[in-house]
């Protein structure tokens, strides 16, 4: 009877005093301990870990470094829709807020809430640089424009048509993989939660780092975000559980990231992870001794030097430098 690891539920509500909303997303997700019979991970979350092995498990398979571990990245544009959930009025500067969420289909009932909140400028931003960039992806797309005026911008019939407008939208410009890829795209939805993490962690503020990694780390795996990124936030995941004193999630969430990109020689987190997860291993008195051997596979067909190799803290506070 095997241990299974999976996303916890945990909803942060927008209006809870008691809890910050860091680029405004309600998904706190967390790695929770189901002992137990082993349930398909499609049913529950997106991140799991298996901690069950065999006692016959041949460690020097490289396949074996992270075997029973894994990420499951949705690649099926169909089997995700977007809803905008709720519209709210801001008391001051009298603005619309949108709360949009994200959804998967293919399991029926989708237990796993994502939701952001969005104003009409996010929605034209990202309209605009899709418009420059690929004018045919949205030839069957009817925009709403602009209105001027507090009056006009807050009237319910406007508000209404273009709640069902921006759902059109955004599931009439997802399927295509040029728009998944493009960087608007993940301006508008993840983007700016991984970079204030990533200043969170330069200033030493862990706890609301964390909250805005997991919640970006679930939203870049339900809209299938490139493999590497996703391993860079778990990277930077890894890290901040390491500094928290948490190990035992540290050596988890790096063995996820481990598998997502064990063949991916050429990535620069895959060196530095195993790195990593063999000293975390070491701590926690586990066996390391295939972590190391494929430590040293992966430098030997990478051809990287040992100290050349920037070390996990280093790419995850450098993650967003060439941006600035």
């Not at 002992?35 to 065999?54: L, N, Q, R």
């Not at 006692?55 to 544009?77: A, K, M, Q, Y």
């Not at 948490?246 to 992870?273: F, N, S, V, W």
């Amino acid at each position: 009877m095997g241990s299974f690891w999976y996303f916890d539920e945990t909803e942060i509500s927008p209006d809870d005093p008691d809890h910050s909303a860091p680029d405004n997303i309600s998904f706190n997700g967390q790695l929770v301990n189901h002992v137990g019979p082993t349930i398909c991970a499609a049913e529950k979350g997106v991140v799991y870990v298996d901690s069950d092995t065999s006692e016959d498990e041949d460690l020097d398979t490289l396949n074996s470094t992270c075997r029973g571990h894994g990420i499951s990245v949705f690649s099926d544009p169909h089997n995700v829709t977007f809803q905008i959930v709720k519209t709210k009025i801001h008391d001051e500067s009298k603005r619309v807020i949108y709360y949009l969420m994200v959804l998967r289909t293919d399991l029926g009932i989708d237990t796993e809430k994502v939701t952001v909140q969005r104003r009409y400028s996010n929605f034209a931003s990202l309209y605009k640089a899709l418009k420059k960039d690929h004018p045919t992806f949205l030839k069957d797309v009817n925009f709403p424009g602009k209105v001027f005026g507090h009056k006009s911008n807050v009237n319910p019939d406007l508000i209404e048509s273009r709640r069902i407008a921006f759902q059109a939208f955004l599931q009439t410009i997802y399927k295509h993989k040029e728009v998944r890829q493009h960087q608007a795209f993940k301006d508008f939805f993840y983007l700016p939660g991984l970079k204030e993490a990533t200043d969170n962690l330069k200033g030493g503020q862990l706890e609301n780092c964390l909250e805005l990694l997991l919640n970006s780390l679930h939203l870049q795996v339900k809209l299938c975000d490139e493999v590497r990124e996703i391993i860079a936030t778990l990277g930077a995941i890894v890290v901040v559980l390491e500094a928290q004193g948490k190990l035992e999630d540290a050596e988890r969430y790096a063995t996820a990231a481990l598998e997502l990109g064990q063949d991916d020689y050429l990535c620069d987190y895959m060196i530095p992870l195993l790195d990593t997860a063999a000293q975390l291993r070491w701590k926690l008195q586990m066996d390391k001794k295939t972590i190391e051997r494929h430590l040293i596979h992966v430098q030997k067909m990478s051809g990287a030097e040992a100290d050349h190799v920037c070390t996990l803290q280093e790419l995850a506070v450098k993650r967003f430098d060439k941006d600035k």
